[in-house]
């Protein structure tokens, strides 16, 4: 079941929809939630659905809340945008999809024409810079290779909801990419935010879109992740463990 709440009177309508769910590093989750702060967008509806875990979450003083998707909206040089995000994704397969679907309608019904998703892509290395990389549309991938520098992906698969949510809107005839940024291994299993991957993933949203939103603090918190995991790195190579994973909290 899934069931649409909203929280305004009236529903506003939009041109783009920017979304991230949690993944790798929450990288997704990390930069639709920066956006929607920076923007300062109004929480407009929740979209809730029986695939999530049946978890009830305490907020705090005792407030309490089903685990949804909550979508948010901002205007920026008269431009609607939506910014659309969730604690936690499906555990299964259809839901993801149904959920995905359900998202991408009520997008649609309010003429949002364009969908962009963050997401993480994982490499082995550890390296200071992060690269973007992108799929999906042809005229938005064309559009971010461009004007972001974002590397267009071959081949491979992008799972789970900011993967799958890119190929609905297609479906609907939007146009949908899938921004995905660089994220070290290291930081995925060791179970840290990857603020320096969110944050190229919303510098390349923000220069195509014109969002000019500044990610200076991101870097101080990118900084201070990368130190602590490089640190647990170097540790663990001392002690003669560099081959093993048994370290990494999986």
């Known amino acids: 079941m899934i069931k649409v709440v909203a929280s305004v009177h009236t529903l506003?309508?939009?041109?783009?929809?920017?979304?991230?769910?949690?993944?790798?590093?929450?990288?997704?989750?990390?930069?639709?939630?920066?956006?929607?702060?920076?923007?300062?967008?109004?929480?407009?509806?929740?979209?809730?659905?029986?695939?999530?875990?049946?978890?009830?979450?305490?907020?705090?003083?005792?407030?309490s809340?089903?685990?949804?998707?909550?979508?948010?909206?901002?205007?920026?040089?008269?431009?609607?945008?939506?910014?659309?995000?969730?604690?936690?994704?499906p555990m299964e397969d259809r839901f993801q999809?149904?959920?995905?679907?359900?998202?991408v309608t009520f997008l649609k019904e309010r003429g949002v024409e364009r969908v962009v998703a963050g997401a993480a892509y994982v490499t082995e290395a550890v390296v200071p810079s992060r690269r973007v990389f992108v799929a999906g549309s042809t005229d938005l991938v064309k559009e971010f290779a461009e004007r972001a520098d974002a590397v267009p992906l071959e081949e491979g698969v992008i799972s789970g909801m900011n993967g799958v949510i890119v190929g609905w809107a297609q479906v609907e005839g939007m146009s949908?990419?899938?921004?995905?940024g660089e994220t070290w291994r290291s930081i995925v299993e060791m179970e840290q935010v990857d603020y320096g991957a969110a944050r190229v993933v919303i510098d390349a949203v923000s220069k195509v879109f014109?969002?000019?939103?500044?990610?200076?603090?991101?870097?101080?918190?990118?900084?201070?992740?990368?130190?602590?995991?490089?640190e647990r790195l170097g540790r663990f190579a001392k002690s003669g463990q560099e081959g093993r994973r048994s370290y990494y909290i999986t």
């Open 12 to 63: 506003p309508a939009g041109n783009i929809a920017i979304a991230g769910f949690p993944g790798m590093g929450l990288v997704g989750k990390t930069a639709a939630e920066f956006i929607a702060k920076a923007l300062r967008a109004r929480h407009v509806a929740s979209i809730y659905c029986t695939g999530f875990p049946a978890h009830l979450l305490i907020r705090g003083r005792g407030s």
């Open 97 to 103: 999809n149904e959920l995905s679907y359900a998202i």
């Open 210 to 230: 014109g969002l000019n939103v500044d990610t200076s603090e991101l870097a101080n918190y990118a900084s201070r992740i990368e130190k602590e995991v490089l």
């Open 176 to 180: 949908s990419v899938c921004v995905l």
């Open 65 to 89: 809340s089903l685990i949804k998707i909550d979508i948010y909206h901002a205007a920026v040089d008269s431009k609607g945008i939506f910014i659309v995000t969730s604690d936690a994704q």
